[in-house]
Nanobody, 124 residues
Framework: QVQLVESGGGLVQAGGSLRLSCAAP???????MGWFRQAPGKEREFVAA????????YYADSVKGRFAISRDNAKNTVYLQMNNLKPEDTAVYYCGAGITAATLTRGQVINDYWGQGTQVTVSS
């Protein structure tokens, strides 16, 4: 398995911004990557995904226009820039790998890639 390390979460006021990072120390990420979140009392939901080369991106309707996913393959790191945060964005955010960005939108992640997640809390 490959451990992913999510970071950058925290407590932020509504309307604020955070940038999350997902790193795979000592590894080269050859797959599409995505972000998911788990809110209290909710099922894990897809947030954003991008292809290995960064040429294709997908976003959940709830975050479109506010969040941006990017990657730096040389650093084995994926980012999620979150702007105009809302209380409804409060969740634990996880990153994951997938065969394609499109399959990630359906929650089809590669089990060998996992992390502990990072907590995002948006206050009103």
């Amino acid at each position: 398995q490959v451990q992913l390390v999510e970071s950058g979460g925290g407590l932020v006021q509504a309307g604020g911004s955070l940038r999350l990072s997902c790193a795979a120390p000592g590894r080269t990420i050859r797959y599409a990557m995505g972000w998911f979140r788990q809110a209290p009392g909710k099922e894990r939901e897809f947030v954003a995904a991008l292809s290995w080369d960064g040429g294709s991106t997908y976003y959940a309707d709830s975050v479109k226009g506010r969040f941006a996913i990017s990657r730096d393959n040389a650093k084995n790191t994926v980012y999620l820039q979150m702007n105009n945060l809302k209380p409804e964005d409060t969740a634990v955010y996880y990153c994951g790998a997938g065969i394609t960005a499109a399959t990630l939108t359906r929650g089809q992640v590669i089990n060998d890639y996992w992390g502990q997640g990072t907590q995002v809390t948006v206050s009103s």
